[in-house]
């Protein structure tokens, strides 16, 4: 039984509460008053097409409400619960909301619902009866049930064995529709795992090869340092055998007039060895292919040095 109706922002109708309660109301009014937003409201809170043009002119949205008193183990209380919705005791609150751009709330028992939960549950709310229809008599629901309390008590055990029978058919088949599902779930995940045996077995994984391939990607990590590392130690290789291989005065020498690299304060002039180095009292080859014969004698610079000097001032 619908007890209170309130309205807001919904055509000519600016707020309006109309308590109804059990009994005979009527609502009476001018033209224009707004009797059909009333019903309006009503049918916004059985789920029918939400109309933006209803929205009061000005406005953004109108906003409807109903409150309804129902009992708590029937029908509406169960899909109400179904819903997510929860009721007050035995009283249950509709809501719906329209914006000025089209959109629709529903909230049914204080959570948010489609508004098809509000059409299921307005046939057991609600009979609108028009001036030429029945309006309840068009939903398919109302006329099972009509004809089923045509038939009377006699075929009310037929009826609970059919519904029974139904509702085990369902759960039935629902549960083959999960375990198909699940077969071909189980049928791809089985093929998965086939591909992925034949990669493993085409690669032939050894014992310990995961360790070497972690070695090995560590030192491929660092070729860019392994690289350059070598590349600076061949530099340094060549220049210092560009260096040895270039004679120098050494400090048991004298350098000749003009020169500016040798140490001041010596006497007889002489060179480093280029490798390798002779041995103490070999001659001194002066160029290639001169005679060793006529070439002064090396002496060492110091003991134990792998420098030699030659006694004589080059030409």
């Known amino acids: 039984m619908i007890e209170e109706l309130v309205i807001r922002d919904l055509g000519v109708i600016k707020e309006a509460t109309l308590p109804l309660g059990p009994g005979f109301t009527a609502i009476t009014g001018e033209t224009g008053a707004g009797k059909t937003m009333v ?3 009503l049918g916004l809170l059985l789920g029918e097409r939400a109309d933006p043009g209803t929205v009061r002119a000005g406005q953004s949205q109108s906003w409807v409400e109903g409150r309804w008193l129902v009992d708590p183990a029937g029908p509406v209380a169960q899909r109400v619960h179904d819903a997510g919705g929860d009721l007050d005791g035995p009283e249950l609150l509709l809501s719906r909301s329209v914006s000025a751009e089209g959109r629709s709330r529903a909230v049914v028992g204080g959570r948010s619902a489609p508004a098809g939960v509000l059409g299921d549950l307005g046939s ?4 609108v009866h028009g001036q030429s229809d029945q309006v309840r008599l068009r939903s398919t629901s109302a006329q099972r049930g009509a004809l089923d309390r045509f038939a009377g008590a ?6 609970t064995a059919f519904q029974h029978a139904y509702h085990r058919w369902h759960a039935n088949q629902a549960e083959l529709d999960l375990l198909i599902a699940e077969q071909d779930r189980r049928a791809r995940e089985a093929e998965d795992l086939r591909l992925a045996i034949a990669e493993i077995e ?3 994984p050894q014992r310990g090869e995961d360790d070497e391939l972690s070695a090995r990607a560590e030192r491929l990590g660092n070729l860019e340092e392994l690289r350059l590392a070598a590349a600076s130690s061949r530099e340094l290789l060549s220049a210092e055998d560009s260096s040895d291989d270039t004679p120098t005065w050494s400090p048991c020498s004298t350098p000749p007039a ?3 690299n ?11 060895w280029p490798r390798p180095s002779p041995t103490p009292g070999s001659p001194w080859p002066t160029s290639p292919g001169s005679s060793p014969a006529t070439s002064p004698a090396l002496t060492p610079t110091a003991p134990g040095s792998s ?3 030659k006694n004589a001032v080059p030409s």
Do not use: Y
């Open 39 to 41: 019903v309006t409201a």
């Open 124 to 127: 057991d709310l609600v009979v």
């Open 154 to 159: 006699e075929l009310a055990d037929a009826l």
């Open 202 to 204: 085409l690669a032939a």
């Open 258 to 260: 003009g020169s500016s």
């Open 262 to 272: 040798a140490p001041p304060n010596t006497t007889p002039p002489c060179r480093r």
């Open 307 to 309: 420098r030699w000097c």
